[in-house]
């Protein structure tokens, strides 16, 4: 491909002092009640979190109608209080933060900002975002679990080998 026909990437990076200063800045503010499994996520009281853009803290939960939303446990298949009073209406870190959720958690927010931060530069939203949630729940002591992603390696008639992934 040559470079006449690569699409346009603008790269975005995020400085890893802003990166830091998120999950300091969620570490600092979290409660003790918070680190139980049993206990209700939290992470919209964290301070940080409303730095974060409006549109972007939509993509973790909202109101409407007299009734708070968790929405991305929603989005995840956690059990959640819906219509409850602030504090009562969170999914349980044992689901908000559980290890195969975390990276789908990721993808969750990335796509609801994405479509959801339409002024600025979403990537940027998308970063502080999914920060937050990963230092949130790195805090409770939960982490992401990696998985293998399976490929099958082929070859065409002219020997050329190519990986793809399943």
């Known amino acids: 491909m040559t470079n006449l026909e690569r699409p346009y990437v603008q790269a975005i990076s995020v400085s890893p002092l802003m990166r830091l200063l998120v999950v300091l800045l969620s570490l600092l503010s979290l409660g003790l009640a918070a680190s139980s499994e049993s206990a209700p996520q939290l992470l919209y009281q964290v301070d940080s979190f409303s730095t974060i853009k409006t549109c972007a803290q939509r993509c973790f939960w909202y109101s409407s109608g007299g009734c708070t939303t968790d929405k991305l446990a929603a ?57 937050l949630y990963s230092g949130y729940c790195s805090s ?26 399943i």
């Open 75 to 131: 989005d995840l298949g956690c059990p959640y209080g819906y219509c409850k009073k602030d504090g009562e209406f969170g999914a349980l870190n044992s689901c908000y933060c559980r290890a195969d959720n975390m990276p789908v958690a990721g993808t969750i927010l990335s796509s609801c900002i994405k479509s959801a931060c339409t002024v600025g530069n979403s990537l940027v939203d998308i970063s502080l975002a999914t920060s």
């Open 140 to 165: 409770l002591g939960f982490q992401a679990a990696t998985a293998e992603v399976p490929a099958k390696t082929t070859a065409d008639t002219r020997g050329t080998m190519a990986t793809t992934t």
